[in-house]
T-cell receptor, first 112, second 112 residues
Framework: DTEVTQTPKHLVMGMTNKKSLKCEQH?????MYWYKQKAKKPPELMFV???????INESVPSRFSPECPNSSLLNLHLHALQPEDSALYLC???????????FGQGTRLTVV | AQSVTQLGSHVSVSEGALVLLRCNYS??????LFWYVQYPNQGLQLLLK??????LVKGINGFEAEFKKSETSFHLTKPSAHMSDAAEYFC??????????FGSGTKLNVKP
């Protein structure tokens, strides 16, 4: 199994809503990532977890809250988002210290 | 600091023609370099990677790239374009595998 699975594929939420994005992998990877990709732009790193601990936070606003409950799961909790947060959110995983990251297909988020 | 620059946001080639997508990198240490492909509304798929072994790297779908330290380049090539190659291509650099920095992307159009 070389897949990173993200749910949901599409999400529309209001600015007062609370929602969560989920990411799952069963490749035994101990590093997991959240990226944000705006239209016609490259992915931008948000968070990195290594061995279930947050190792990198790229100065992301607190309305985005990551969580890594176990080595296979990564969540991104969303609260009080703004319309400019609308984007494709990509999850990725890799072995710690290994060379490549495997990406999921993303969650297309629209904030209204 | 590390970064990549992709020259040409759009490249158009005829089916059967040579594909050349340009990437130049900036890194204070020997970098690890990657090419990813993204189809519409999809995640990113690794095409190939350079990790300080052979300077000519072969990837999937007939793509290859050559690492040229003197030119700080890692251009992606394919001898003969296929319609299915139409997608967006991202060059990425990583110094420590925990953080991947992506170029701005090149959209490849293949004409029949």
């Amino acid at each position: 199994d070389t897949e990173v699975t993200q749910t949901p594929k599409h999400l529309v939420m209001g600015m007062t809503n609370k929602k969560s994005l989920k990411c799952e992998q069963h490749m035994g990877h101990r590093a997991m990532y959240w990226y944000k990709q705006k239209a016609k732009k490259p992915p931008e790193l948000m968070f990195v977890y290594s061995y279930e601990k947050l190792s990198i936070n790229e100065s992301v606003p607190s309305r985005f809250s990551p969580e890594c409950p176990n080595s296979s799961l990564l969540n991104l909790h969303l609260h009080a988002l703004q319309p400019e947060d609308s984007a494709l959110y990509l999850c990725a995983s890799s072995q710690v210290g290994e060379t490549e990251a495997f990406f999921g297909q993303g969650t297309r988020l629209t904030v209204v | 600091a590390q970064s990549v620059t992709q020259l040409g946001s759009h490249v158009s080639v005829s089916e059967g023609a040579l594909v050349l997508l340009r990437c130049n990198y900036s890194s204070s240490v020997p970098p690890y370099l990657f090419w990813y492909v993204q189809y519409p509304n999809q995640g990113l798929q690794l095409l190939l990677k350079y990790t300080s072994a052979a300077t000519l790297v072969k990837g999937i779908n007939g793509f290859e790239a050559e690492f040229k330290k003197s030119e700080t380049s890692f251009h992606l090539t394919k001898p003969s374009a296929h319609m299915s190659d139409a997608a967006e291509y991202f060059c990425a650099v990583s110094e420590n595998f925990n953080k991947f920095y992506f170029g701005s992307g090149t959209k490849l159009n293949v004409k029949p």
